[in-house]
T-cell receptor, first 111, second 114 residues
């Protein structure tokens, strides 16, 4: 069946180090992917997106990599800061304008 | 980031009671959505709304649920007879760009059914 999932539910990273959060998806028809950040008590906040015709996209301190061959998505955060502590979700959609979310990775930044 | 406003932020209700959750999306939002998140779990799709009608709904969105956009601005989710398992954070979201699937979420309403 269709599913979106993350490899690890938690990630602890030292402040200043780079973080890599991984996500696997199963729907071959997925053509749009988003990473969201969710802080405690708040709604998901858009970080970065990528379409299936790309394999890499960069934003401010973040990079999303897409490997369609193995249906794998990753989010890299450069120079992780305490404010990056949150739950990170990957989400995907086909052409139905309906996002399906993964289970989330909780990132904790150690000072 | 475009702001989506949800009210109330917290709602406590007794099992069997009706609740209405409200959302004020950006005025030029094209698609509207309700998602929910049970504590510690992933965000789940409930329903999408386009052109003043439901375009898709999940199996969670049964006959107890309904959505409306009564006055062209507010977007509401009604649960007719709440159950304990309806306790969750409910998020409204919208798409503002034609041809985009980028959803902007509200801050959510925490619903607690006792």
């Amino acid at each position: 069946g269709e599913s979106v999932g993350l490899h690890l539910p938690t990630l602890s990273v030292q402040e200043g180090d780079n973080s890599i959060i991984n996500c696997a998806y199963s729907n071959s028809a997925s053509d749009y992917f988003i990473w969201y950040k969710q802080e405690s008590g708040k709604g998901p906040q858009f970080i970065i997106d990528i379409r299936s015709n790309m394999d890499k996209r960069q934003g401010q301190r973040v990079t999303v990599l897409l490997n369609k061959t193995v249906k794998h998505l990753s989010l890299q955060i450069a120079a992780t800061q305490p404010g990056d502590s949150a739950v990170y979700f990957c989400a995907e959609t086909g052409n139905d304008y309906k996002l399906s979310f993964g289970a989330g990775t909780t990132v904790t930044v150690r000072a | 980031e475009p702001e989506v406003t949800q009210t109330p932020s917290h709602q406590v209700t007794q099992m069997g009671q009706e609740v209405i959750l409200r959302c004020v999306p950006i005025s030029n939002h094209l698609y509207f959505y309700w998602y929910r998140q049970i504590l510690g779990q992933k965000v789940e799709f409930l329903v999408s709304f386009y052109n003043n009608e439901i375009s898709e709904k999940s199996e969670i969105f049964d006959d107890q649920f309904s959505v409306e956009r009564p006055d062209g601005s507010n977007f509401t989710l009604k649960i007719r007879s709440t159950k304990l398992e309806d306790s969750a954070m409910y998020f409204c979201a919208g798409i503002i760009e034609q041809g985009s699937e980028k959803l902007f979420f509200g801050s959510g309403t925490q619903l607690s059914v006792l």
